[in-house]
């Protein structure tokens, strides 16, 4: 074993692109259609819920209204993520796609919360509704909706920047149904409470079904380790490369929506082995997610655990 000046042989930072990343050119282009299809129906909703007096119309417009406030945010994360990296901002602004992630997960949420709030309303003091045009400019949503979130599907399954904008649209599909079978049940009973109960079941289904991306959010805004990413098994993979001992200061977090970084420290058990263990290390973990590391060679442990 080496004297404990040869301690902290090498620091090494190994970037790999990551496997299986979104489409920008793709992404950009499903991002601007989706704005401009939202933004006309936001309007066309409006005017006819004004028309048909229908709150359910004009609240679900209103949704529809914040969920381009949600793509636009994404959008902008996602362009900010693109640029290149500052004597400043060293790893670049790819941060911004989960603080993204996290703000529409919120805006989900705000948005369950005003649909029950609004569908309570109606239940306490209904309201005649023109069930026809409701169902048609639902109808419309569904569509439109649908539509957009098929363009995002795809790259959702890669970034969860772009998955909260995959369940916007989703979502808000989801209420355009619910408004069309309450807008087609109106007509033909002229009973106006389905309205209201529709909305609320519909409320609570897109609360369930985003739980687990406000879950993911929030443990990447506060740097934990992405899900699909097992700590431990990062932790067999580097323990199998040959000539190295043990390792430890493992630290994995990420650096974005689908960037992820680790920092570890290997002993390894003979000097003239750093350099191929640090490379074989790196395209070890690789295959695992981790994008970007930072390995630190050591021919004996001599930190202290806990630094």
């Known amino acids: 074993m080496e004297t404990l000046h040869h301690d902290h042989l090498h620091h090494d930072h190994g970037e790999i692109h990551a496997v299986s990343m979104p ?15 939202n933004l006309v129906y936001v309007a066309v909703e409006a005017v006819f819920g004004w028309v048909a007096d229908s709150m359910g119309l004009l609240s679900d417009a209103g949704h529809n209204l914040s ?39 919120i805006i989900l949420y705000v948005a369950v919360v005003l649909i029950v709030m ?25 569509l439109i909706n649908g539509i957009t979130a098929w363009l995002f599907l795809k790259d959702s399954r890669r970034d969860l920047n772009i998955k909260g904008a995959f369940m916007h649209m989703a979502a808000d599909a989801l209420v355009s149904v619910g408004v069309v079978v309450s807008g087609i049940a109106i007509h033909f009973t002229g009973w106006t409470l389905i309205d209201p109960i529709v909305g609320i079941v519909v409320a609570m ?15 990447l805004v506060l740097d934990g380790v992405p899900k699909g990413i097992d700590p431990e098994r990062i932790g067999r ?7 190295v001992d043990e390792h430890h200061h493992l630290h994995i977090w990420p650096l974005s929506t ?9 002993v390894v058990s003979d000097i003239r082995l750093v350099d191929r263990v640090i490379t074989e290390v790196r395209e070890a973990v ?13 021919t004996s442990l001599c930190d202290s655990p806990h630094d």
């Open 286 to 298: 690789k295959s695992a997610g981790i994008t970007h590391s930072t390995i630190e060679a050591e």
């Open 23 to 37: 489409d920008g050119r793709r992404v950009n282009r499903a991002f601007k259609i989706g704005i401009l299809l």
């Open 118 to 142: 609004e569908s309570v309303d109606k239940l306490l003091h209904p309201v005649a509704v023109d069930g026809e045009i409701v169902a048609w400019v639902a109808g419309i949503g569904v």
């Open 67 to 105: 969920d381009v406030a949600s793509l636009v945010i994404a959008l902008l994360a996602l362009k900010m993520a693109q640029m290149p990296p500052t004597a400043r901002y060293t790893y670049g602004y790819s941060k911004a796609t989960v603080q993204a992630s996290v703000v529409n997960s």
């Open 258 to 266: 689908t960037s992820t970084a680790m920092t570890v420290h290997v």
């Open 205 to 219: 289904l897109i609360a369930l079904s985003s739980y687990s991306m406000l879950a993911d959010s929030m443990r």
């Open 237 to 243: 993979i580097i323990d199998s490369v040959h000539g």
